[in-house]
């Protein structure tokens, strides 16, 4: 019996490296240092934490200048700005789009998806697959938003955020959240 255990424990955890690799291999291979040509249909930018007063965090500050700088040098990219929404307060897409509007991004250009509560469900509010989109967040969330985008069919490149270094809990909370993603992309 223990036998058993250990041959199906072994093939679980080798299932779950492969998975994980495999996201982060094709997530990695289409990814931007700097707004490059050619520019994309969609500058995609998943939500993070902002503070109860309506501030963004430091990772959500560090995706919306990298999307700032991915608008000014795309001006005919649209852009989608996604994250949680709760009625009557906390809303990411909301101090999102304050924030761009601040910087002088004109609204006719963004779009708010209030419903993005995780990665998949950001690309999936894109609607159906058509044209090119770069998806702007840190280097280690990258591959696993590059990979659902690409698994739904888009066109898809990463654009990497300035970032600190990543704190343990999200370094193995993507390889986690990658092996999940090959079940259910």
Not at 72 to 100: F, H, V
Not at 129 to 156: E, M, T
């Amino acid at each position: 019996m223990l036998v058993w255990l250990v041959r199906a424990a072994s093939l679980l955890l080798a299932f779950m490296i492969l998975a994980d690799f495999t996201v982060w291999f094709v997530g990695s291979r289409q990814l931007l240092d700097s707004p490059e040509p050619p520019p994309p249909d969609w500058i995609v930018v998943p939500g993070a934490s902002v503070r109860r007063d309506g501030s963004l965090s430091r990772i959500m500050t560090q995706r919306m200048e990298a999307a700032l700088l991915s608008a000014r040098a795309w001006p005919q990219s649209r852009i989608l700005l996604s994250g949680t929404s709760i009625q009557g307060g906390y809303s990411e897409p909301d101090a999102m789009g304050k924030w761009m509007l601040h910087q002088g991004i004109p609204m006719e250009r963004i779009v708010l998806d209030r419903q993005g509560v995780d990665t998949r469900s950001t690309i999936r509010n894109l609607g159906e697959p058509g044209g090119s989109i770069v998806v702007v967040s840190q280097s280690w969330h990258l591959p696993r938003a590059v990979w659902s985008a690409r698994w739904r069919g888009w066109s898809v490149r990463g654009l990497a955020a300035e970032t600190d270094p990543p704190k343990l809990r999200q370094i193995l909370r993507e390889h986690l959240v990658r092996v999940v993603y090959t079940l259910a992309p």
